[in-house]
């Protein structure tokens, strides 16, 4: 077997001995090289910015058999919070993507799980059969620097090979996936993703192997922070946004509440008839609270916006499955003492 390190300026070290990677143009192009350097070998690949934790290499080797492209679940750095424990396709409101299982919840909330089959990993930390190399030599560029682990997965399902996720933790900081300059290959901007993840839907995913199969919903207590509320500033511009707008719009009125962005792409973009605001742009003593409805990226906001707050409340949004029902709701942050 060989190990390499993807370097990615991150500023973690890993305590292995292994082949260092320095990142090429695209996540699909170091992972190629990387690849093409196996020498008929398997191969289990790390970012930089993982957290390797005890017992990692013993779970992987206890479960070898149980996946020929095997991936490690991961936590938050500072928290047992999970980040992820394998991605499954999904159809949400007759949409497919991917969903990360157990996002957001507490480790100790969850079930343990040795291993389980899924549809796409977290790169940063993945085990790659040489069986599944030979049929597969390269991963495919048309994932943007953003799905390429998926396209790859999602080939070697079509072929017969196993895909599973490891019930390990690691601990990943998330920072080693997008550093390109290409805003093409690196924004994170929905706006921009949303045309190119249909591409690959269309091309790529056959919708009778999607088993997951969910709802939007929003809570009551969601609806009500809206119907009770007149002037909003709401922190981000993607699905959650979007459907809040469109569940309420006919409902509501909507001329108080502004979307901002840490984008600077996004800046200007139309978005839900408002005109999207870069967030260090916006006013936020205009408004009677703020709403952070990028998920899982509340505390990182929050240190973006802090010192912009004055009196307001900031609020998040959160996510629950329930059933077959993905259900949206919000709470106080709790974060927002300023001193």
Known sequence: MKTFIIDTNQGFSLDLNAHVVKELNSREETLNFILKNSAGEDVLIFGDDII????????????????????????YPDKDIIQDAGYDLAEIDGKISLFAQNRGKKLEEVLNFEARECD?????????????????????????????????????KKRGFKVCVLGHFLRHHGKGT??????????????LEQGMWG???????????????????LSEN????????KKI??????TVSEFIYNELKNKIDFSGVDFCSGFP???????????????KDADFSKYEVVLISVLGKEKEIFELIKNRITSQNVFCVFQKVIDNAMVWDTQLLGLNLVT
């Open 233 to 238: 500033l709401i922190y981000g511009a993607g």
């Open 178 to 191: 997008k550093n390109n300059t290409d805003k093409s290959l690196s924004s994170e901007s929905y706006m």
């Open 199 to 217: 591409e690959i839907v269309k091309k790529y995913i056959d919708s009778a192997c999607v088993k997951i199969h969910l709802k939007k919903v």
């Open 52 to 75: 390797l934790t005890p017992g990692w290499f013993l779970a992987l080797e206890n479960n070898k058999e149980k996946g020929d492209i095997i991936g490690f679940s991961s936590l």
């Open 120 to 156: 796409a990993l977290n790169g940063c930390a993945m085990f790659i059969k040489k069986e599944v190399i030979e049929k597969i030599p390269t991963f495919s560029v048309e994932g943007k620097n953003r799905w390429g682990e998926f396209l790859y997965t999602n080939e070697a």
């Open 222 to 229: 969601l609806k009500n922070f809206f119907s009770g509320n």
């Open 265 to 279: 792409e996004e800046k200007g973009k139309i978005f839900c008839g408002k005109e999207i605001r870069f967030y």
